[in-house]
């Protein structure tokens, strides 16, 4: 599509707009049950487009990218009228007599910009919100996964009117044509070095922005825990998509009191999921590209390999791999790691790692492991970041009830639920007066002395 078909479209969604057509709550649950219906209707062609894609597995492809954004949905049909209603406030006395009130108002053309990782759950899980708020919409997938974003092109394309909800694919020139005046919202989930790029092109229309972006999140072990327990749900957070999550637990700051105890059931959970590396290569998540796969292999010349480092180029594998005997000065991790690799860093005193992490850039998630009230309320009070997850990894992006969003350099703003449609929309404030009293005070020449004013006026504001 070129700059002016662009053009054209958008000029096409903002007349259609413009009808109010989507702004009527009828409108949008139809829309939405029908958004639905070709989740189910097509869970066949998705799984296989994921797997062609990534080589995710059934079960990883349906909770992360079709499950998920089915119950988005039922949330959304469920609870948009009540999420829609004016909310009543207060009114000044100077406003009496008047009625206050706010709604909620969709912002037009939303453009919503989307990675390669979760093909379909990082572009339909804000969509949602964008669908449910009364928007026209474009859709940018990544063009690396191919197959996928030609399959939501022929399904969007098939079932909604292009003045609605149009796709548009292509890579970073496209994306950059589409930003314009014409686009009223902007969401972006990706790296930080692109959502930089998109900040800034954003910013030379002053077009409101969403940015869902990455980093380091570490995951904390403390000596008071239950191990197996821990241990097993640390391994699923980071390898799970191969650790191609960017909430995925990045690496590990593990208490040098359990070290042994704790590495012996990381290794022995590891091998009982992950198990042999040729019979797992079936359904274990490749890596995107190859350049992400020689960067990610270059980790491995580094620390001790405790669990894993076999890898297998012309697929893309990479084994599930463990590092040990590691600091922070080292070249793992200087950088996300966002692959099937993790790094491990021993502590004695949690202070010391508290003053080191807010020396870091701020990430998404932290994590933490421990029985310790003092410790957790420590590590809530005392990190900065969009999440803390205690006793769990990726758990936390799972609840629909929970806004999800960076800080700093991971992000801004937040989504999921009822947070999702908030996002997309804008609260208009609304104050409506009579005419039947009008207070004479308020109009010059103001006769009243300023010590005498003072003292009324505090109970008019």
């Keep these: 599509m070129n700059k002016e078909q662009i053009l054209s479209l958008q000029l096409k969604q903002k007349e259609f707009f413009n009808t109010g057509k989507t702004k009527d709550i009828a409108f949008r649950i139809e829309n939405l049950k029908k958004l639905s219906f070709i989740f189910q209707e097509n869970e066949a062609k998705i799984l296989l487009a994921l797997k062609t894609d990534l080589n995710?597995?059934?079960?990883?492809?349906?909770?992360?990218?079709?499950?998920?954004?089915?119950?988005?949905?039922?949330?959304?049909?469920?609870?948009?009228?009540?999420?829609?209603?004016?909310?009543?406030?207060?009114?000044?006395?100077?406003?009496?007599?008047?009625?206050s009130y706010y709604v909620n108002e969709p912002y037009g053309t939303v453009l919503v910009i989307s990675p390669w990782n979760y093909p379909f759950g990082l572009l339909f899980t804000p969509l949602v919100g964008a669908i449910a708020a009364g928007n026209c919409i474009i859709a940018k997938p990544?063009?690396?996964?191919?197959?996928?974003?030609?399959?939501?092109?022929?399904?969007?394309?098939?079932?909604?009117p292009e003045e609605f909800?149009?796709?548009?694919?292509?890579?970073?020139?496209i994306t950059q044509s589409i930003i314009n005046e014409n686009i009223d919202y902007i969401f972006f989930t990706g790296s930080t070095v692109v959502g930089k790029e998109i900040f800034k092109s954003a910013s030379e229309h002053?077009?409101?922005?969403?940015?869902?972006?990455?980093?380091?999140?570490?995951?904390?072990?403390?000596?008071?825990?239950?191990?197996?327990?821990?241990?097993?749900?640390?391994?699923?957070?980071?390898?799970?998509n191969a650790g191609q999550t960017c909430v995925a637990p990045d690496y590990l700051l593990l208490n040098k009191n359990i070290q042994e105890e704790?590495?012996?059931?990381?290794?022995?959970?590891?091998?009982?999921?992950?198990?042999?590396?040729?019979?797992?290569?079936?359904?274990?998540?490749?890596?995107?590209?190859?350049?992400?796969?020689?960067?990610?292999?270059?980790?491995?010349?580094?620390?001790k390999i405790i669990f894993g480092g076999k890898y297998v180029k012309n697929k893309l594998l990479i084994e599930p791999t463990i590092i040990t005997d590691l600091n922070y000065h080292s070249k793992i991790m200087q950088e996300e790691v966002f692959g099937p690799v993790l790094p491990i860093i021993s502590y004695e005193d949690i202070n010391v790692v508290i003053e080191k992490l807010n020396k870091l850039s701020k990430p998404l998630c932290v994590y933490l492991f421990t029985k310790d009230k003092e410790l957790q309320s420590k590590i809530v009070e005392n990190t900065v970041s969009g999440t803390v997850c205690i006793n769990g990894t990726i758990h936390s992006i799972i609840s629909h009830d929970l806004p999800f969003g960076g800080v700093g350099e991971s992000g801004m703003g937040r989504y999921h639920g009822k947070t999702s449609f908030e996002t997309f929309s804008f609260k208009k404030s609304i104050l409506?007066?009579?005419f039947w009293w009008d207070w004479a005070v308020m109009y010059p020449p103001y006769k009243t002395s300023l010590n005498l004013f003072k003292k009324v006026a505090k109970y008019f504001y």
């Design 56 to 99: 995710k597995s059934h079960i990883e492809a349906y909770s992360s990218e079709i499950g998920y954004i089915l119950q988005e949905i039922k949330i959304a049909i469920k609870n948009l009228k009540k999420w829609n209603r004016k909310k009543k406030v207060k009114t000044s006395l100077i406003n009496f007599p008047g009625k």
């Design 142 to 160: 990544s063009e690396i996964s191919t197959n996928s974003s030609k399959l939501i092109y022929e399904l969007i394309s098939k079932n909604f």
């Design 165 to 173: 909800f149009s796709v548009i694919e292509g890579g970073a020139e």
């Design 206 to 240: 002053l077009i409101p922005v969403t940015l869902e972006l990455g980093g380091k999140n570490p995951c904390i072990v403390d000596k008071n825990i239950d191990i197996e327990i821990a241990a097993k749900r640390l391994l699923w957070g980071k390898f799970f």
């Design 262 to 303: 704790f590495l012996t059931k990381l290794v022995d959970f590891t091998n009982k999921f992950y198990g042999n590396f040729d019979e797992i290569q079936e359904n274990f998540t490749r890596i995107i590209s190859q350049k992400h796969f020689d960067r990610i292999i270059g980790y491995l010349n580094e620390g």
């Design 432 to 434: 409506k007066k009579k």
